[in-house]
T-cell receptor, first 112, second 113 residues
Framework: DTAVSQTPKYLVTQMGNDKSIKCEQNLGHDTMYWYKQDSKKFLKIMFSYNNKELIINETVPNRFSPKSPDKAHLNLHINSLELGDSAVYFC???????????FGPGTRLLVL | GENVEQHPSTLSVQEGDSAVIKCTYSDSASNYFPWYKQELGKGPQLIIDIRSNVGEKKDQRIAVTLNKTAKHFSLHITETQPEDSAVYFCAASPDNYGQNFVFGPGTRLSVLP
């Protein structure tokens, strides 16, 4: 199936731990994104990469570090997890500028 | 920066009725306005979009209208069905690069059978 996939789907961890979320798209898109959706369903962009280069880096704590090993992958590493990091994290991709964004199924992160 | 407002936050309609969700945006440079539907436990999916050179666009039971002067755009769903129940998000793309979507806060639509 052609799609945007994320792993893991659920992530439960203790405060202070370091965790990673992986994202892969096989749509041949140039641009990938990370979004955070909080408990009130508010969707906010965190990062955007175009052809492995960082394009958008919103006001996000530097504990969050995206890594794009190639155009099809954009991983999110989070250091020293805090309670407020609990949310659903969505990866998305798009073919290029001002184009439809295709979202993955989300990773539900719960920090205890 | 861009700010997108969306109303109402919740909307209940009877099956077969129409539903209208309205969004306003602040940045006159925004030129792309997608609408996304998010079902429970899933990621948002694009249902329709409109660009600033068009005033209205239709796709079967769904239509979007754009008023650039007033900086607002609306989603219209006709003949609603229970499977239309979901959270709907509008978004605006405020920068020339076109990748930084600013989403509205969402509208939870419930279609009652």
């Amino acid at each position: 199936d052609t799609a945007v996939s994320q792993t893991p789907k659920y992530l439960v961890t203790q405060m202070g731990n370091d965790k990673s979320i992986k994202c892969e798209q096989n749509l041949g898109h140039d641009t990938m994104y990370w979004y955070k959706q909080d408990s009130k369903k508010f969707l906010k962009i965190m990062f955007s990469y175009n052809n492995k280069e960082l394009i958008i880096n919103e006001t996000v704590p530097n504990r969050f570090s995206p890594k794009s090993p190639d155009k099809a992958h954009l991983n999110l590493h989070i250091n020293s997890l805090e309670l407020g990091d609990s949310a659903v994290y969505f990866c998305a991709s798009s073919p290029g500028n001002i184009e439809t964004q295709y979202f993955g199924p989300g990773t539900r992160l719960l920090v205890l | 920066g861009e700010n997108v407002e969306q109303h109402p936050s919740t909307l209940s309609v009877q099956e077969g009725d129409s539903a209208v969700i309205k969004c306003t945006y602040s940045d006159s440079a925004s030129n792309y306005f997608p609408w996304y539907k998010q079902e429970l436990g899933k990621g948002p999916q694009l249902i329709i979009d409109i660009r600033s050179n068009v005033g209205e666009k239709k796709d079967q039971r769904i239509a979007v209208t754009l008023n650039k002067t007033a900086k607002h755009f609306s989603l219209h769903i006709t003949e609603t069905q229970p499977e239309d129940s979901a959270v709907y998000f509008c978004a605006a793309s405020p920068d020339n690069y076109g990748q930084n979507f600013v989403f509205g806060p969402g509208t939870r639509l419930s279609v009652l059978p």
